[in-house]
């Protein structure tokens, strides 16, 4: 009966479109509110990097999940979204690695699962439900 359940594109699927529409949403929202921008930048000049970078923050939050939920270059785009949260939690989260939450959680579980989808999708690839240029 468990066999029935046993369907590794449609996980793939599933996986591809919850982590890139969910981070989607965080990049449109930077998209429409450009002083996330601004802050995004002058974080990387107090790290002694370019403050251009944050633009970077688009690829990784609207580019390379669109591109994982549609399925083209899927492993690509997984390794783009991974690299983005390691910025994010570099950047403004680090303080907080070891730390919990109120209810006794990781205070990063959303970051982690974000950076752990995101590598998930890089190394299983799109699987047969994505996109196939001609």
Do not use: C
């Amino acid at each position: 009966m468990l066999h029935a359940l046993h369907n590794d594109a449609l996980g793939k699927l599933v996986l591809r479109l919850s982590v890139g529409g969910l981070m989607l949403l965080h990049g449109i929202a930077k998209l429409t509110n450009p002083g996330s921008l601004t802050w995004i930048g002058n974080t990387l000049e107090g790290q002694g990097l370019p403050s251009f970078l944050a633009y970077g923050v688009l690829l990784g939050e609207i580019v390379a999940p669109l591109m994982a939920i549609i399925g083209l270059q899927t492993r690509l785009a997984g390794l783009i979204m991974a690299v983005n949260m390691l910025m994010a939690i570099f950047l403004a989260h680090r303080g907080e690695l070891m730390a919990l939450n109120g209810n006794g959680g990781w205070a990063l579980e959303l970051q982690g699962l974000f950076l752990f989808g995101a590598l998930a999708i890089m190394l299983m690839g799109s699987g047969r439900m994505a996109y196939r240029p001609d």
